[in-house]
């Protein structure tokens, strides 16, 4: 009697099958874990520019202001010469835009801020050509340490929910469950 030396031709296919199964339900559910991840890197992105943006107020004892946007946020510095804000200019804190997937929501203190968008504001600057526009910030970080006591939640259209708040005191938390308001 003669022993199998191999694999029959159905064998093959049936293994083939499954793993062209599994490969289509990978590929399928892909952009799921593409723009998850996208998600989380964006708010592990705006918590270090805080940080950042918190550390040089601290280091350099100037003033740092965030321009929170529906659509992303830039950063702002004090400058005394001229009593207002200007953007700053380090490479970590230029301004950001988000993915159009995502969106910013801001409270400061308890109460919701209406946010516009970036482009509002340049729109805003060519509409009053002789008029001067002054930049304020949504949220400060100042030399001394201490920030806006603020909630910031990243929203997608999925339904994906992060948040990162402030106490006051410097210390930026991270969130995974809805914020709870009066």
């Known amino acids: 009697m003669r022993q199998p030396s191999g694999f029959t031709l159905i064998e093959i296919l049936v293994v083939l099958f499954i793993v062209s199964m599994l490969t289509g339900l990978v590929v399928a559910n892909l952009p799921g874990f593409v723009s998850r991840a996208d998600y989380e890197e964006e708010m592990q992105r705006l918590n270090f520019a805080l940080n950042q943006g918190l550390a040089k107020a601290e280091i350099e004892a100037s003033e740092v202001g965030v321009m929170i946007y529906a659509d992303g946020y830039e950063f702002l510095v004090y400058d005394e010469l001229t009593n207002g ?24 203190e308890g109460e919701p801020i209406r946010l516009g968008g970036p482009d509002a504001d340049e729109e805003e600057q060519e509409a009053t050509e002789l008029d001067e526009v002054f930049l304020e910030p949504s949220v400060l970080l100042l030399s001394s340490g201490e920030t806006s006591i603020f909630e910031l939640e990243l929203m997608t259209n999925e339904g994906w929910w992060m948040g990162l708040s402030s106490d006051g005191y410097g210390n930026f938390e991270l969130h995974r469950e809805p914020f709870e308001r009066e």
Do not use: F, M
């Open 85 to 108: 804000w200007i953007p700053a200019l380090e490479r970590s804190l230029i301004k950001h835009r988000l993915p159009e997937t995502l969106r910013l929501v801001l409270a400061l």
